[in-house]
């Protein structure tokens, strides 16, 4: 049946209260109106489940509606009662409802009062169901959520998989509408293949949500990220949020910390019980909390439309996933904020995870997650990637600086020859591989399989082994971007030439690409908090800044800059700002003694740089640190002073000599002095101790790994220098 505009906007007013549609939502009434399969694809808050609504209210029969979980079923049942007025025209059917309750339900329907029956996927596959709906009308099947159909989504269930043949056992002529809020060309695809839609029309609206800000953030350590973290929630303050994480036990772990430092939080995972969950997603609600830490279960069902930052502490295994939970943040269209932090290594924690899952969920995984690392690498506009993951095209013009990389650009590199290089060898291979292939490839990576398939005896084998894997991982993922070379997703991603990039290889041309940020050594430096660890500093003018300082402060005083203030102290200088010798003995590294003799010059360049760059500064902000573990600092401090081996502090602290030593580290480059002569006199040579004291007497850095670079030919190991720096930093640093 077919019904006029005016029509529609009439009933739309009686039966929503709205004037107006939204973006393509009357094209898709009518779409269904008229009996064709139709496919919509709409973030989430464009106004998805009025396009089913609507038409099942005007049509003859009972429109079955399809959804994955009971508890949104009845929200939405009691919605669209709310709207007319008419308990009877919307109700649920599933393993929730009484014998007594399933008659009534039915009697309503064969009463032809009941527009909407919203079914979970199980309650279809019963025989006696499928019976009764073939004896009554129904004028068409919603599948909502619909990338639950494909296993390339992020959420599959395998039940979905299912409905095309429930659908046949009712009637195959009923309509079929499909709807989802996030799916790649791929899972699009599936969906469609799966429901066996015919000339399905297809309305999929824009991803784009501008109001945004995406930044992805090096994880370089737990207490670094943290502590960033709390910063950009002081510089919110009473503002709603959520932060993503991984474990539960992180969820407790960091909300602890955020509480001690004043941040009204909890939190939230699978493992509380049913009444604590709904108490925190009330408070939250009812802003008593601002600000939860979760596992993913949290979010589902939840409408807050104003929460202001969305954190990801661990990066989640998929761009769905992400594009989902980021998607949380400013539903109201004011500012959302989205923050990951990413290290390679949390990729490989999750690897681990599906080590025990069959082979094809493990490569279907491993393919999700290098979308997510090439995300998280990119230097291109945060928002182009991910619209193009979702099969849209975007120019980076159009995101107003609302990601990092369009507001901070890396540099760039013309590499039009090198591009023709790729090109060429993604045809000399007939198009027949994916990204770590041809990269391994391209470097000459002397691999069994490049022996097999005689490879490594081709011409362009190794062609590009200079620049590296990085390098070439970053070309080719971004001349996918660039539209010169494509992922083919029906076939296991292997990448193929576009017209475009058969033009490039023929006539050449010129592309550059901004060089990636090397992000496997920020996992490296996990452990050992001073390390160096670029990209520290919040403000990194500031932080160069500084550097300059201390180099002529260390002239002065006739010492190594390093030995003055070390690197982590001076990102935090960067970062929180200190203008007052109180200030400065807040900042890591940082002990009385030594600000006394260096800090005046910083302070004054700190504050002069704040006036002429109109800075405001992080209110008072202390990072404060949970207790349980200053105990364990504090234990470690006692223990050394009473002069215990390290081996016993270590067993009564519940640690390895290993993880010890990092905490040592920590307390020494905090500022603090440990006198461990007792211990190292008894396990070191003399030789041994004055060799790696001399070196870092003359060294250019503090870095371990350095040292053992230079003096492990003298068959000095690491445990030794660790060990040695700790004297030397205790004795001459602090
Ligand atoms: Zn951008």
Known sequence: MSYSSSDLHEALKKYFGFDSFKDRQEEIVQSILTGHDTLVIMPTGGGKSLCYQLPAILSEGTAIIISPLIALMKNQVDSIRSYSGEDKIAHFLNSSLSKTQVREVKVDIVGGETKLLFVAPETLTKEENIAFFKSVPVSFVAVDEAHCISEWGHDFRPEYRRIREMIHGINDQIPVIA????????VKSDIAKNLAMSNQNVFVSSFNRGNLYYEVRPKINKDQTIREIVQIIKKQPDESGIIY???RKS???ISQVLQVNGIKSAPYHAGLDAKTRSRVQDNFLMEEIDVIVATIAFGMGIDKPDVRFVIHYNIPKSIENYYQETGRGGRDGLVGKCFAFYAYKDILRLEKFLKDKPLSERELSAQLMEEVVAYSETSQCRRKFLLHYFGEEFASENCNKNCDNCQRPKATQEVGTELRHAIGIVKELNQNYGIKFLVEYITGRNTQEMKNYKFDIKKSFGIGK???????H??????????YLRKDIEQYGLIKVTPGGAEFLEKGGEFSISINHDYSKEGAADAVTSTAAKGGALDDTLFKILKDVRLSEAKKHGVKPWIVFMDPSLQDMATYYPTSMDDMLNISGVSK???NRYAAPFIEEIKEYIEVNNIEKPTDFVMKQVADKSKAKVAIIQGIDRKIPLEDIATSSNMSLEELMDEMNIIVSSG???NINYYLEDQLDEDVIEEIYDYFGEADSESIEDAFAELKEEDITMD????VRIKFLSDVVN
Do not use: C, D, Y
């Open 179 to 186: 709807l989802t809020a996030t799916a790649t060309p791929k």
């Open 245 to 247: 994480v991984q474990s």
């Open 251 to 253: 969820t407790e772990e």
């Open 466 to 472: 200079e620049q590296g894997a990085l390098f070439w």
């Open 474 to 483: 970053s070309l080719l993922r971004q001349s996918l971007l660039g539209n």
């Open 593 to 595: 003694g030594k600000a």
């Open 672 to 674: 603090t002095k440990l």
């Open 720 to 723: 030794e220098i660790q060990l």
